[in-house]
């Protein structure tokens, strides 16, 4: 089983960039397909990005499509999410996800194991 961990959130403002991070104990990531999800205030959790295991295919939802990229470095056990010109409808609560799918796809039920996720608050 895998634990995900996830540093402390933050604060952005517009127009600004925030990098996520999702690092892994009790088994390596390179087992497993990632995700990373968000939910807003009132809202159901959505999709954010996903990679494979190998970090050779990405899908990112079309609502950051252009500005957040997914990826992963295996030989150190981390994922990370790049946000780009942020937005305020980018602010929420924002969690990592493994799956044992080598190519996961964009359904939260497909992911066994979530981080504890951290919020990410951008402010106009």
């Known amino acids: 089983q895998v634990q995900l961990v996830e540093p402390g959130g933050g604060l952005a403002h517009a127009g600004g960039s925030r990098r996520r991070s999702c690092s892994a104990s009790?088994?390596?990531?390179?087992?497993?397909?990632m995700g990373w999800f968000r939910q807003a205030p009132g809202k159901e959790r959505e999709f954010v990005a996903i990679i494979s295991r190998s970090g050779g295919n990405t899908y990112t939802a079309d609502s950051v499509k252009g500005r957040f990229t997914i990826s992963r470095d295996n030989a150190m056990n981390v994922v990370y999410l790049q946000m780009n010109s942020l937005k305020p409808e980018d602010t929420a609560v924002y969690y990592c996800?493994?799956?044992?799918?080598?190519?996961?796809?964009?359904?939260?039920?497909?992911?066994?194991?979530w981080g504890q996720g951290t919020q990410v608050t951008v402010s106009s």
């Open positions: 009790g088994r390596t990531l390179s087992t497993y397909g």
């Open positions: 996800a493994a799956t044992e799918f080598g190519v996961p796809g964009p359904s939260p039920q497909e992911y066994a194991y």
